[in-house]
């Protein structure tokens, strides 16, 4: 089996010169075999960029084109393909972009391995562990406490247990933080409830301040309360806190992670199986965290791609037993992949249908393709 072509789709909701919010655009790939095998990754990155990561034609070694590094080549051979796109991306990548564009095409490989030995991906990774994954819940606060009263109430009535909150203007006003978490404790007493900061808090001691502030309330984690490089403030804040922090949605690659958890000691890490290297990279990373007791709970605000790329790998570790499930009203996310996995009772079923098990749907995906 060889390799004939390799896609990359860029999907955005809103027209090009408006604004984007989380889960409005996405960049899909597709591997195409001679044995008419079709393997599907993404990568939530910016799509643009990593459209071109991997349709440029190569420039010399260590500064190639991913497509043409694929071309030909048999996609069973994950492994190989994997250090052969790092090293021939050298020059632009060994972290950020060029890992997130590796990143879809390793999850696209995978699907194609399934898919020819007819079995989940979760078997090809060692096994099943679980056959459904709690989920939680993220959502962006709304501006006003009935609207936030109302949105964790939906969601509790889907079953949810587990909570998040962030994005937005999360962070900025620490009364209005604290009122909008007043809100979702009072609705969810008794539920799992994260903050996401998304490295909003200004420095080590404000942020032990909003820590201090928030204790009450019993928060499950404190995501990304710094900037990502104030590594010094984030290693004091776990150390002096006692709250669970965590952080890594945006990290790329073992050697990232590796430097994370020996500089912060966080409580939790949330890789990004499209952007830390796919799923051949999230193994290595998940064996560095467990090594060191160290949580993995991934970060997935995509499309339904990402959701059965997650799924797959959580259900094939010892401790993978909870997932992110998107609040977003994206068509990217409601309707992209027609068979989306449902949340259902608190849980996600995890899906054992041959190789990813996902099915586009074409209309979608003419829909919202940015054709340029
Ligand atoms: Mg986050």
Redesign the pocket.
Known sequence: MKITNVEAIWLRVPALDQPCEWGEDALIVRIHTDAGLIGIGETDSSPAVVKALIETPSSHETCQGLRQLLAGENPLEIDRLWKKMYRGTDYVGRRGAAIHAISALDIALWDIAGQFYGVPLHTLLGGKHRDRIAAYGTFLPRSDDAGNRQLVRVLLEQGFRSVKV?GGTFGDNPIEDRSIIRVLRDVGNDIQLQI?L?GRWRNYTHALEQCEALREFNLNWI??PLPSDDTFGLARLVQTTGMRVSGG?GLATRHEFQQFLDDTAPAII?PDITRCGGISEMRHIYELARTRGVQLVP?GFSTGILLAATAHFLASTETGDLIEYSQSESPLFRRLVKNLLPFRDGYVQVPDAPGLGVVLDEEVLEQYRVRQ
């Open positions: 962030g996401d998304v995501e990304e949605e949330q970060h």
